[in-house]
């Protein structure tokens, strides 16, 4: 059964520091990794897309990570704001015969305190 | 350049009650999705469309049906509205033409909270 675990559920940090959420899956075949910041009552928006080839990929002051052996990613989030303060979401690509599927983590719901 | 617009933000239904849920791109996306959001779980697709005139069934598809009439917009109905429906409905929508292994991004609506009582 294709799955992705996040983890922690949920995480609460002093501006200013870092951080780093974790996802693990089970999706096959694999397509590419996804990571979304959603902004409570808005819909999720993308930070990062990464292929089974790319180890890792920043935009601004989030950082992720991809091993495909141990079917592993995260997220570092550096020098955190207030403005960090929502939800993360990982996300499977999947290609089953068919139509590019996307399999949704339940999010890691961080709180970012000043 | 609106990106995707869901219509209404909110709704409380009584159970047995009909209604319709807009999305609407202004992006000429070629696929556009109807997600769930509920509590404690992940984004779950109820229907989706791969073109003008094309529908196609997701992972949770029993209650809800679909049209796709026009390209920019994707309508989501619910004939006989139950208290399991109670969620957060996303609208998504992006291009094609990329294939299966497509990295092309995803836009989301801001989505749709309804209530069934």
């Known amino acids: 059964k294709n799955q992705v675990e996040q983890s922690p559920q949920s995480l609460i940090i002093l501006e200013g520091k870092n951080c780093t959420l974790q996802c693990n899956y089970t999706v096959s075949p694999f397509s590419n990794l996804r990571w979304y910041k959603q902004d409570t009552g808005r819909g999720p928006v993308s930070l990062t897309i990464m292929t089974f080839s790319e180890n890792t990929k920043s935009n601004g002051r989030y950082t992720a990570t991809l091993d495909a052996d141990t079917k592993q990613s995260s997220l570092h989030i550096t020098a955190s704001q207030l403005s960090d303060s929502a939800s993360y979401i990982c996300?499977?690509?999947?290609?089953?015969?068919?139509?590019?599927?996307?399999?949704f983590g339940a999010g890691t719901r961080l709180a970012v305190h000043p | 350049n609106a990106g995707v617009t869901q219509t209404p933000k909110f709704r409380v239904l009584k159970t047995g009650q009909s209604m319709t849920l807009l999305c609407a791109q202004d992006m000429n996306h070629e696929y556009m999705y109807w997600y769930r959001q509920d509590p404690g779980m992940g984004l779950r697709l109820i229907h989706y469309?791969?073109?003008?005139?094309?529908?196609a069934k997701g992972e949770v598809p029993d209650g809800y049906n679909v049209s796709r009439l026009k390209k920019q917009n994707f309508l989501l109905g619910l004939e006989s509205a139950a208290p399991s429906q109670t969620s957060v409905y996303f609208c998504?929508?992006?291009?094609?033409?990329?294939?299966?292994?497509?990295?092309?991004?995803?836009?989301f609506g801001s989505g749709t909270r309804l209530t069934v009582v």
């Open positions: 469309s791969v073109g003008e005139g094309t529908t």
């Open positions: 996300v499977v690509s999947a290609s089953p015969g068919g139509y590019n599927k996307l399999i």
């Open positions: 998504a929508s992006r291009s094609g033409g990329e294939g299966l292994t497509t990295t092309g991004g995803y836009t």
